[in-house]
């Protein structure tokens, strides 16, 4: 039998990751076993225990790979010297946002991880997760959020973690709300209106900004 080389073990993981992909979009997380991802795949079960401890492990690894460019591209925001880091942040929202509603894959993805997992013991790792990445998510705002009242010598009535909470807060909403009905609105527009006006009414943009 030919030696597997490391380009056909990535070509074995990137099917298993997209026969898991569709099927919890179809079937939910719980819904679907490893067996059903193999046998969509095309291999065997024994090819899944090979590259993922378990279902949680698989299902945190789909996400990274559509994720993992948005939260990085987050986590680069205020490294850009001279740069506005407000004006760096709304640019890593709004593509954000533009991926979440032309780019299928992670349309799909985030329909998952928003309305098909629940997190039964089998799960709870990819619980984990997703604080972890919140608190990240979170996090990095306060930081851009800080350095945007730096610059502009402000202050505000509350902490700025609250802000960043708040921020967070309202974009998982929206991406929750048009994942559910994606024609009852348009998902980038209503995204950068509602910022504008979040970040408006606590004074780090003038009302009628664009």
């Known amino acids: 039998m030919a030696r597997r080389t490391k380009a056909d073990a990535l070509a074995t993981r990137h099917q298993l990751l997209d026969a898991a992909e569709c099927l919890f979009a179809e079937k939910g997380v719980s819904r679907t076993s490893l067996n059903d991802i193999a046998l969509a795949a095309g291999a065997s079960r024994g090819a899944i225990y090979w590259h993922f401890k378990n279902k949680a492990d698989l299902f945190n690894a789909m996400m990274e790979r559509t994720t993992l460019p948005m939260e990085q591209a987050l986590q680069q925001v205020g490294h850009e010297p001279g740069q506005d880091p407000l004006v760096e942040l709304r640019r890593s929202i709004a593509d954000a946002m533009h991926r979440i509603a032309h780019d299928e894959r992670t ?49 505000l009535p509350l902490p700025v973690a609250l802000l ?32 504008q006006a979040y970040l408006a009414g606590w004074g780090l943009l003038p009302a009628q900004a664009g």
């Open 107 to 155: 349309r799909r993805v985030f329909e998952v991880a928003t309305l098909k997992v629940e997190y039964v013991d089998e799960l709870m790792a990819v619980r984990a997760r997703h604080r972890r990445v919140q608190a990240d998510n979170v996090g990095q705002m306060e930081r851009s959020l800080q350095a945007a009242l730096a610059q502009r010598a402000l202050s």
């Open 164 to 195: 960043a909470q708040g921020l967070y807060a309202l974009l998982v909403g929206l991406i929750h709300t048009w994942l559910l009905a994606p024609e009852t609105f348009e998902l980038e527009a209503t995204a950068e209106a509602s910022v």
